[in-house]
């Protein structure tokens, strides 16, 4: 064979390659799935076990704030107090929102506490498993339960008295219900994200960037359904006026579930989208926000900050934020114990999931890439005051999704039978995680 014609033959090895991975079904395989969840939710126990067995001193991060707003909530009357205090602007917690904290208030105590979480870990693990495989396949939900019960962050932050958790579970259950967008009653999909965003926003400010990004999903889409139509390409997926409703009812029952702390915000601090950390934005490094808010309007603290910062040091600042933030991002995907070295593992299951969007895109994947670039955006801006996994949480469900239907994809490129080599690899892998696991103080060192 001449030396020119060997890339050709390469070059059409791949295409051939690359033709079947987009052909591939997702075929069902109950039985293989039914043992990887098996084996995810035994690990996910023992992980959990393993951090619950090792006192978290509560003191020098938001366990202590969570635990102590949860027992003033708790001695005050709980829930229901909570809630009449929330419409009556009393309620003054203005830096953590009061979901979680009305949980915590049935019993504010660290051992309850963590017990919750480890719980809302358990319902998010099994949860977002059961919606996979009624989505895809029982094989695809497998592997997901497999990626989420060895991921380090899910693990850890499922023994914490915080609230994050919960937005782990928020952002992989609306974006499962966003995917029936086609298959569902308009009404009755619209009612149930809109309330399932309310829900986030009282678990957490980031909710409200979920929200934002839902409202640009939809025009966008229509925006693009419009333009194919007009070309010729295809038919209007759905009038002007359907997408009109569907906003209203998603933006109104946002606004009714969430309306405790919209109402507490407009009546106690004058604005409904109040959040002591929005003065946070306009410093370049960590001050105490309350004090910040006592000194200066939002406006004024903003038109300081244009004045004292030139356009290359604001520039600068968002691009090495972004840096940061994609290296956060990639290793919040990564597996229990390790603690930077989890980029590498991370790094390898977003080329999964980058190639199960590329090899069968989907309209759920849009949304997914919006809240990416606001949420990655956002906290690029805020690296210079915090930076964590846990502001990026509401994207690892859906990350992960993409990441077991990209591994069902490129494993039917093998020879090998689907089901040995899928299972043999879970196995081993949750064998690591475990061994390793039990054998570091990784509660300790993973900070």
Known sequence: MSPDRRPNSRIAA?????????????????????????????????????????????????????????????????IPQLLRDLYGGRFREANRHPLYIGLLSIHPTLAFGRGLSAFLGLCTLGLLTWMTARRQSLLTAGLLCILLATNMAFCRFSTRVVCDVLMILW??????????DDSCSATRLSVLIGGLLGLAYLTKGTGLLLLVGVVIWKCTRHAISRLRYANGERELDRPTHQITRSLVLIVATWLIVASP???????????????????????????????????LTVGNAAQVYWQTHTITEIVQREATGLA?????????????????????????????????????PRPEHLLLALWGLLLVAMFAWYVPIAAGGRFLFPLMAPLLMCTSTGIVRLASLSNTPRSRLIVGFASVYCAVVLVWSFGTNWLVEQV
């Open 171 to 180: 952002g992989g259950v609306i974006y499962y219900v966003a995917a029936r």
């Open 261 to 295: 702390l919209l109402i507490r915000n407009a009546r106690l601090y004058g604005s409904p989208l109040y959040n002591v950390n929005t003065w946070l934005l306009f410093v370049d490094e960590f001050e105490q926000p309350v004090e910040l808010s006592e000194r």
């Open 14 to 78: 791949l295409s051939r390659r690359w033709t079947h991975l987009r052909e591939a079904e997702l075929v069902e395989d109950r039985r293989t799935g039914w043992t990887l969840i098996l084996i995810g939710v035994l690990t996910f126990v023992l992980l959990c076990g393993r951090l619950l067995s090792t006192y978290d001193d509560p003191s020098d991060d938001d366990q202590i704030a969570f635990l102590n707003t949860a027992t003033t909530v708790h001695d005050a009357g709980g």
């Open 324 to 360: 940061w933030e994609i290296f956060i991002l990639v290793r919040m995907l990564g597996p229990a114990p390790l603690d930077d070295g989890r980029a590498v593992f991370g790094m390898m299951l977003c080329v999964c999931a980058i190639i199960a969007v590329i090899a069968a």
